[in-house]
């Protein structure tokens, strides 16, 4: 095989997910796309921000996910850039999600999208809305830390 199989590229990072949940668990899922779904998101015309994923029926799903529409292709062959798009992922990892979401009331975030091997896979969080202050005190830790390592490098 190539080096170019083997590797792993992201092509969107929902990084303002990280700043609203508080992500407790990852999951890998592969994702049911059309053909101009693919070149798009090959040319890397993916939002991840307002997406999420519901679980119905023992299946996995992404809503909101918003993937542009192939310029190439004409009118008639592409794809509802919004539309609902199916998760894959394995019966026991949909049947603990279920009992966590319900139970616990958490939720399921998309946090990237990235090229594995050749295949387009998402990682989605299981994630639980930050308050107000746990935000503010996640920013003061972090300019905390970058104070500490600027005062280290300097001393």
Known sequence: MSDKNEGYK????????????????????GIQLTGTEVKSIRAGKVNLQDGYALL??????????????????GQYFNHE????????????????????????????????MYFKRGWVKISIGLCRG?????????????????DIQRAMKNY
Do not use: F
């Not at 299946?59 to 993937?67: M, R, S």
């Open 56 to 73: 119905r029926n023992g299946e996995a799903w992404l809503i909101n996910a918003h993937i542009s529409p192939y310029t190439a292709s």
């Open 10 to 29: 992201i092509i969107s990072d929902n990084r303002q997910a990280r700043y609203l949940y508080e992500i407790l668990e990852t999951y890998e899922a």
């Open 81 to 112: 850039p919004r539309r609902t798009r199916k998760l894959l992922l394995h019966r026991l990892e949909i049947r603990k999600l279920i009992g966590k979401v319900e139970q616990q009331g958490l939720t399921l975030i998309p946090l990237k």
């Open 130 to 146: 930050k308050k107000v202050h746990d935000k503010r005190e996640d920013l003061k830790r972090r300019q905390d830390q970058r």
